[in-house]
């Protein structure tokens, strides 16, 4: 999402959102304690009951208890490539914008080169044998992944794949008997409800803090496809990849991102729904990538004098600007000037919550579309495209350093066609390992490996996992195709 001056305006708060990477930096300021002594107010005529401290209300310690042994500390190591500064990729900001330090992700400015990276973050095990949901950011450029358990054990960890588009990453560590965190629905939860999180600020390992639910299906520039829970809970760096939990002890939401003008905790912190997080995983695991809807139009609020203007007497759903051509929203008979009122039957009550509902739909499924055309309404059915965007629709698998040292995704359609194969993973990274030694390059294609066809980034990633002393990969390297014998460390 591209942003201008004028958009910033109108996001308002949102617009100041500093996505917050799970980085081990130094806090340095002055520490203020003050003591904050809780009164309550009696309401006349009432039967409400007012509380005086927060025990009474909800024993977190419980939940600590039970569900706590789920939550796992991160470690990462890898090189990062410097010589840039990360506000440089924001679109269309103005360095001498007031809100474009609020844009700063935690990676100051370096010298040109390659810098050795350390950072922390948590996650949480989903599953007893050893998977592991942590943010995509916590591990994206990590060479090695360590994980400790509350026991103190430490085990170094996979990763299985990532989702830069959701901030979704999972892990896999060889362990088996592990406690798992309950899973919750993160629909079910209300503003203003408690909840709590576990992680590790700072690098202070299993530190619990907790707030309320301060708003739902919030949209934050340039993550259109989660709908944001929004919590007023203390996060800082380090809580990334972090469990959210409701009363019950479910884990409702991952805590990703902050706004923050100190780096440190502001009571603005944002979790993404673990609906959201727990259907990438169970993509990532079943078919190795990430599929997601499109309808290829382009949309926008409905405001009180647009809402006067196409003749709409209530301010909800969403208008759309633009319409792709051949896209799926023009054949079935989408026009620009239209609004959306209901995707399946859900009402939209802000234009925001259309793209996560879109891209939560299978591809090639159909959806019914209520829409505003004319000044009336109309129900239509559309065929839901595939989003082919690879920095948003496709999963990158990383094998470890110690392994092969390759970054590979499976191919788009086009990619595919152009390279006239059915399957394979095409290199996005190839960092000092045994890959590089034997000549794999960026944008070559991993046809097969030990002679059997590679169809997703899980499949090599056992087959290597399985593989001792060599193994032979199949490669097209341009419009050659090579056998490359690559050695097992």
């Not at 949209?219 to 990334?240: C, H, K, M, R, W």
């Not at 000549?439 to 169809?455: C, F, N, P, T, V």
Request: proline share 5%; net charge negative; no cysteine.
């Amino acid at each position: 999402m591209k942003m201008t001056q004028s958009s910033l305006k109108a996001v308002g708060i949102v617009a100041l959102i500093a996505s917050v990477f799970a980085s081990g930096y130094a806090y340095h300021g002055t520490t203020q304690i003050s003591e904050a002594n809780a009164t309550t107010v009696p309401i006349p005529n009432s039967t409400y009951q007012p509380r005086t401290a927060l025990s009474s209300i909800a024993d977190f310690s419980e939940i600590v208890t039970k569900q706590g042994p789920a939550v796992v500390n991160i470690s990462v190591s890898g090189t990062l490539k410097t010589g840039f500064s990360n506000l440089s990729v924001i679109p269309e900001i103005n360095p001498d914008d007031p809100f474009y330090e609020f844009f700063h992700r935690f990676q100051p400015d370096a010298p040109e080169g390659d810098s050795q990276m350390k950072a922390l973050g948590s996650g949480f095990i989903v599953k007893s044998d050893g998977v592991i949901l942590t943010n995509a950011h916590v591990v994206s450029e990590a060479n090695e992944v360590t994980v400790k358990l509350t026991d103190k054990r430490e085990f170094k960890a996979k990763v299985v794949g990532l989702d830069k588009a959701s901030d979704v990453a999972i892990l896999k560590i060889d362990a088996n008997n592990l406690p798992t965190v309950k899973i919750g629905n993160p629909q079910k939860a209300r503003v203003g409800e408690w909840v709590l999180a576990i992680g590790s600020p700072f690098g202070f390992e299993n530190s619990v803090t907790a707030g309320i639910v301060s708003a739902k299906s919030r949209s934050l520039p340039d993550e259109g496809y989660v709908p944001f829970l929004q919590t007023d809970v203390a996060i800082n760096p380090g809580n990334s990849g972090g469990p959210l939990f409701n009363l019950q002890g479910e884990v409702i939401g991952i805590n990703s991102q902050i706004y923050s003008k100190s780096g440190g905790s502001e009571g603005l912190s944002f979790a993404i729904p673990i609906d959201i997080a727990m259907h990438v995983e169970k993509q990532i695991l079943e078919s190795g990538k990430v599929s997601r809807g499109q309808l290829g139009l382009t949309i926008q609020p409905i405001t009180q004098e647009l809402a006067a203007s196409f003749g709409l007497d209530k301010l909800t759903g969403a208008l759309v600007s633009e319409v792709k051509k051949d896209s799926p929203a023009e054949k079935a008979g989408i026009e620009v000037g239209d609004i959306i009122l209901k995707f399946n039957g859900r009402s939209l009550e802000h234009s925001e919550e259309l793209p996560p509902l879109v891209a939560e739909t299978t591809p090639g499924s159909k959806a019914q579309l209520e829409v505003w055309h004319n000044k009336k309404t109309k129900v239509t059915n559309v065929d839901v495209g595939e989003l082919k965007t690879a920095d948003t629709s496709v999963m990158h698998s990383s094998l470890s350093k110690g392994k092969l040292g390759l970054i590979v995704r499976p191919l788009t359609d086009e990619e595919r066609k152009a390279a006239k194969t059915s399957s394979g993973l095409i290199v996005e990274d190839v960092s000092e390992g045994s890959a590089a030694r034997a000549g794999i390059r960026q944008g070559d294609i991993i046809l097969s490996a030990g002679g059997e066809k590679i169809d997703s980034a899980n499949q090599l990633s056992n087959l290597i996992s399985n593989t001792h002393g060599q193994i032979a990969l199949l490669i097209m390297h341009g419009d050659r195709k090579i056998f490359v014998p690559v050695k097992i460390s």
